[in-house]
């Protein structure tokens, strides 16, 4: 019996995912796993909480060592090792031993490359004092650094990661400072969704610094492009990773356009017998078809076990990505899927855009968190294309409804009709998911027609009267400046006092405007909802007034 | 303009769905809803959390009142108003004013019936003292029972409703004894998902009396059919619900033979111009396609919309039901969608059963719950027919996933494809519906083949050595009787130990069970992994257990 040579790069999510399923589908192959790192099968998704001290144990990040591996699954685990060449004419690799530098050729019959992205490091002038958090050293080397007690953190990049830094560093007791370059927190997000959780980091102290970039690191301090100086004992860059594709690159495979390993729909790169998986490679775009990158640990663990599938003779169908990601961050939960309203309209593609603002259950059963909902849905197909929630609790379960509805073509019409647990601590008898359902059944059929925030000042510009339809109570609170009063349960008796012309008109969260619509288009009035109501309207202005505040601030710099 | 009137019948979930969205759809109807009840649109589902004190506040059960919806919604709803009479004919009903007797007609263009179903109560000496649940003036009666402070409670049925009484009353301190006539707690569940729940009742105290019923009820005891006596100051039963028809009936309107009304797809019943919704119907199973009761808020609400739909000359699709529904009790979520293995293994059904022991996020993060999960597919097609769940956390998220799975044709084995929120708090990398998804591809694929819990004695007599592969010291804790210790990462060392023939192999929860069925079957043996490991067989035999006392409990009395 011929035994197959499999030889895997890299020993994380996606390569043992590769290594462990081939040994499970080929008892008498030689496995060899080589990783660059000090560790395999590692927490890295755990990272920033070992930080923050919410894991105790370094001992629990380390889910797998090469000695495990090889009494289970009889793997050849090399850590440390470093594969600094490809020969795919003689199918060989050339491997050096970090520790005493000695070389080895290696020959194959499959090559999986699964070396995953590196942090981006900005060249700043001081940069050498700034960290990343990829692998264990990384996060030896940050403790190393937190243990000197320092006060003061600069987290740079806002996104997923850089939130879970800042999180863990006040839970540390540290004073953080955020920097982002873009003009919001959370790039995959919208604004108005953001803005909320750009709030909650200010609340527990954040000093959050947008549409701002560091330009230099000082010995305890950092200068921001704007002129000012911020205390910076300790440096964290979280500003997004870059695909590792240097030895692909050397190996003459074939590099795609967004700057990951190109594979055919079977994980197979440009060299027939060189597969590649993980956030190294480009993945299809579920909305756009197009190849893209992302860095997600579920799709390279999938794809781990499907690569290990082809190279043992399967035929397999890879999805195209979604990216769907999670994120909780001072007892919030962030999640989305899909694409976002800014992308779409950047596309010009004709969408329809609803918010709703759920409680997380029942509001008769203690405990219920509220929650913004968004979903973006083709306006010619009902097709969702994308949803993202910000609340307190159940957030991640209506994401992940969604993600699996888009998954199975479900419409955003028929999210009415999914038949979701109920009972009252965990749901309402019309789920937010439901409810987003009716939202968009109203819209696809007609029945009420809807305005974003951001488009409220044109058309109201266009001659449009803004009619609040809360009660008067809730409109003395806080109401939108230049708003008329009339609520919804006086319009029938006050309809005298509407404005000709165009109404817009709004509630809390949309529910009460539609109500309101449906009763102002039977009157024969031009009425439009304002969709997400008062809440999304001022969380989009906040986060719009925030944006501009700091251009402003960089400019007066 | 003609003005259509609407008369509804039943002014809770459906019915009130019903006349909201009427009103939206037509502005000048005439639209009246009559409920016996004194109060519509209440919190049917809050009323155990009422009663255990968990919701403090009675007014926060009654959602709306007539007056609220008078002013919102211009609705004429009167409650303590039944009708009694409906003359199809003359498209007119009569009415009778429950305070004052008086008798009325009203015409109808359309008439909806929602009158819901009734709690069954069962015939018994003594009956007279027991309460049910299902509208405000019986949890006024409850209370009421609850103020003079009694020591001991009888529930009558471990169905959904029935658990909820039971925690709500050892909540507020009583001594509890739960009667079900089948031989486990709830029955929607198989016998290994319901073992751990009632296990947990009895920690709590709880004395869980299955395969048992009540004779007769005394004064402040009742008398079981076993003989024995049970403290029962409070009475409750919750044995199931039976439509209400009897207006239907009347009426001369069709009822389909599983007691229910029956309607068309439009949701029209025999008459044209009288529809149906709610409890009271009957509704299109989605695994079976044949008519099936189903008493769920979901369904009522989402139908009393479509119900208006129809009525205001929409087409409408009507979705079949699949039944999810959830439970939360002492800790614990239940959760469960379509059919289950005992229903489907009774109609003959040709299936694959798969259990997982996942826990509700990662292991390295501190907080996470184990569940137990449980999937029954069509082993033809790979189609899901039905899933439950029971854990601490994050059982509610996978039955919803796999409930829209289900809704949007997602076959067992695609789960493994699913895009899930991941972070170390929320989920897996390989979230626990991927994981379905993978023992789903295992056994579509033949890759590994499974025995049930059920099934290993038939097995073990017919040759099959047991070889339980976790590790000496697991072993050492409790082991399936008779089992071989051969611990995974020791099988390819130890291989001539193993005995000749077939092998069924175990783990804990099947994970390893799985990769040492691969590893044997690549070493020419014969080998089956018992599904779900330990934990699924301890489960199902100790259910099988405790019914078979009760059994012996009830011949001997």
Redesign the interface.
């Known amino acids: 019996m011929t035994q197959n040579r499999y030889l895997i790069i890299g020993g994380v999510?996606g390569g043992m995912s590769a290594a462990t399923r081939l040994r499970?589908?080929?008892?008498?192959a030689q496995i060899t796993v080589f990783e660059r790192g000090g560790h395999v099968s590692f927490?890295n998704?755990?990272l920033p909480?070992y930080l923050g001290g919410?894991?105790e144990e370094r001992a629990?990040?380390l889910?797998q060592t090469p000695a495990s591996l090889a009494?289970?699954?009889?793997l050849d685990v090399r850590v440390r090792t470093e594969v600094i060449g490809i020969d795919s004419a003689a199918k060989t690799v050339t491997v050096r031993d970090l520790a005493t530098g000695r070389e080895s050729t290696e020959g194959y019959d499959a090559l999986v490359l699964s070396p995953g992205a590196s942090p981006v490091r900005p060249p700043l002038p001081g940069g050498e004092r700034m960290l990343t958090l990829r692998d264990i050293d990384d996060v030896d080397a940050a403790m190393s650094a937190l243990s000197v007690v320092p006060r003061s953190a600069l987290v740079i990049g806002a996104g997923?990661i850089g939130l879970?830094m800042v999180e863990n560093l006040v839970h540390r007791g540290l004073d953080v400072t955020l920097v982002e370059l873009g003009d919001q927190v959370l790039p995959p997000l919208d604004p108005e969704m953001a803005g909320p959780v750009a709030e909650r980091l200010r609340a527990a102290g954040v000093s959050v610094r947008l549409g701002t970039q560091v330009a230099e690191i000082g010995a305890d301090t950092a200068t921001l492009d704007d002129g000012s100086v911020v205390a910076a004992e300790f440096v964290l860059a979280a500003i997004g990773v870059r695909p590792d594709t240097a030895l692909a690159q050397a190996a003459g495979l074939t590099i795609g356009e967004r700057g990951g390993i190109a594979v055919d729909d079977q994980l197979r790169t440009s060299d027939p017998d060189i597969y590649a998986i993980g956030d190294a490679v480009e993945k299809t775009d579920a909305i756009s078809g197009e190849q893209r990158l992302v860095a997600?640990?579920?799709?390279?663990?999938?794809h781990g076990?499907l690569v290990a599938d082809v190279i043992t003779g399967k035929r397999i169908r890879v999805?195209p990505?979604?990216?769907?990601?999670?994120?909780?961050m001072m007892g919030l939960?962030i999640?989305a899927?899909g694409w976002n309203e800014k992308l779409l309209a950047a596309r010009g593609r004709n969408i329809r855009v609803m918010h709703t603002h759920p409680a997380s259950h029942?509001?008769?059963?203690?405990g219920a968190k509220p929650m913004a909902l968004k979903l973006v849905v083709d306006a010619d197909t009902d097709a969702i294309l994308g949803a993202q929630g910000v609340g307190g609790d159940g957030v991640?379960?209506r994401?992940?409804?969604i993600?699996?509805?888009m998954?199975?073509?479900?419409t955003a019409s028929?999210l009415?009709?999914?038949?979701?647990?109920?009972?009252?601590?965990?749901?309402s008898?019309?789920?937010p998911v439901?409810m987003l359902g009716?939202v968009a059944l109203n819209a696809a059929e007609g029945?009420t027609t809807s305005v974003q925030w951001h488009e409220l000042d044109a058309a109201r510009a266009a001659g449009a009267t803004l009619i609040d339809v809360r009660t008067a109570g809730e409109y003395a609170e806080a109401a939108i400046p230049g708003s008329v009063n009339i609520p919804?349960?006086d319009i029938?008796a006050r309809q005298a006092e509407l404005p000709e012309g165009r109404l817009i008109v709004h509630c809390k969260v949309g529910q009460r405007g539609?109500?309101a619509v449906?009763?102002l288009a039977?009157?024969g009035r031009d009425a439009v909802n304002l969709d997400g109501g008062y809440l999304t309207w001022a969380a989009g202005t906040d986060a719009a007034r925030t944006a501009r505040d700091s251009a402003v601030a960089i400019l007066k710099a």
Chains 1, 2 share one sequence.
Not at 416 to 427: I, T
Request: overall charge negative.
């Open positions: 999510a499970r589908l080929d008892e008498n927490a998704c755990g909480y919410i894991i629990s990040l889910l009494s289970r699954f009889n997923f879970e997600l640990a579920g799709l390279a663990n999938r076990r999805r990505a979604l990216g769907t990601a999670v994120v909780g939960t999640a899927t029942t509001g008769y059963y203690p991640d379960k994401i992940d409804v993600a699996t509805a998954a199975g073509g479900i028929e009415a009709d999914l038949e979701l647990a109920y009972a009252p601590q965990f749901s008898a019309k789920d439901n009716y029945l919804l349960d029938r539609h109500t449906r009763l039977q009157l």
